[in-house]
């Protein structure tokens, strides 16, 4: 049986999907989501999942709407059970020069990498502070903490995302909400990084790459952690990452 649902926006092949399969696991029945052109790609990720004996479901949402975020966390409330987890994962890293970033690029990605984190993390909220219990989890980056040349867009969202989860935090901590954010340090073995790392191979078999289900275990360990000792803030990185 469920005990109840952990949501996943923006799980894709490689940490939100490692993410989703670490909480099915748990008892949970994983909500993941992407926009809805994008749906038929988290087929897979279900049917995995249910492989392995756990629970999924997913969802074509565009999380950057504001009428269709709450419609989802209603429709999970309604048909899933309690949302017990809610993850945010959605990354938009973009690199342009300062005078090639386009209004509309930057306002893009402040749309997908934090306003849409703050529609996810509210209406998380909403349901999870009459029951005094429940987690939300942001997943943040280098560029949160400090930009660098070419991602001005990134870093400006980035930063947005960990100031939205600082706060959210010292509002609903006291309520018996976790809230944390977790700083991806490095590069993570995904498609996209074997294809575009010249030495991904190498790294990867130097543990010189995140491994998404490495990753993954620490959202759950985040989850399981008694309110005596509670982490706002969690910094991921391999081992040998130059910080």
Same mark, same amino acid.
């Given at each position: 049986?469920?005990k109840g649902?952990?949501?996943?926006?923006?799980?894709?092949d %490689?940490?939100?999907?490692?993410?989703a399969?670490? @909480?099915?696991?748990?008892?949970?029945?994983?909500?993941?989501?992407r926009? %809805?052109?994008?749906l038929? &790609?988290l087929?897979?990720l279900?049917?995995?999942?249910?492989?392995e004996g756990?629970?999924a479901?997913? @969802?074509?949402v *565009? %999380?950057?709407?504001e009428?269709?975020t709450?419609?989802?966390? *209603?429709?999970i409330?309604?048909?899933?059970?309690p949302?017990?987890?809610?993850?945010?994962?959605?990354?938009a890293n973009?690199? @342009?020069g300062?005078?090639d970033?386009t $209004?509309?690029?930057?306002h893009?990605?402040?749309e997908?990498?934090a306003?849409?984190?703050?529609?996810?993390?509210?209406?998380?909220?909403?349901v999870?502070?009459p029951r005094g !219990?429940?987690?939300?989890? @942001?997943?943040g980056a280098?560029?949160?903490?400090?930009? !660098?040349?070419?991602? &001005?867009?990134?870093?400006?969202?980035?930063?947005a995302?960990r100031?939205l989860?600082?706060?959210?935090?010292r509002?609903?901590?006291?309520?018996?909400?976790?809230?944390?954010h977790?700083?991806? *340090?490095g590069?993570?073995?995904?498609q996209?990084?074997?294809?575009?790392?010249p030495?991904?191979?190498? !790294?990867?078999a130097r543990?010189?790459?995140?491994?998404p289900d490495e990753i993954?275990?620490n959202?759950?360990?985040?989850?399981?952690?008694?309110r005596? $000792?509670w982490?706002?803030?969690?910094?991921? !990185?391999p081992?040998?990452?130059?910080?």
């Open positions: 049986m469920s649902a952990a949501l996943i926006v923006g799980a894709g %490689a940490t939100g999907g490692a993410i399969k670490a @909480f099915a696991r748990e008892g949970l029945t994983a909500c993941v989501t926009r %809805a052109r994008n038929d &790609s087929s897979a279900v049917s995995e999942i249910e492989a756990g629970q479901r997913a @969802f074509g *565009d %999380a950057r709407e009428d269709a709450i419609a989802l966390v *209603d429709q409330e309604s048909e899933v059970g949302l017990e987890v809610c993850v945010f994962n959605i990354g973009v690199r @342009f300062i005078t970033t $209004a509309r690029v930057y893009k990605v402040w997908m990498a306003y849409s984190g703050f529609l996810a993390g509210r209406e998380a909220a909403r999870m502070k !219990r429940g987690t939300i989890l @942001f997943t280098t560029a949160g903490v400090r930009g !660098r040349e070419g991602f &001005s867009a990134f870093a400006g969202a980035k930063h995302l100031a989860a600082q706060s959210m935090a509002e609903l901590g006291p309520q018996g909400i976790h809230v944390a977790v700083v991806i *340090d590069a993570i073995d995904s996209f990084i074997r294809e575009n790392l030495d991904a191979d190498e !790294r990867r543990d010189g790459l995140l491994i993954a275990k959202y759950v360990w985040l989850h399981r952690q008694h005596s $000792a982490t706002q803030e969690l910094d991921l !990185r081992w040998n990452e130059t910080w």
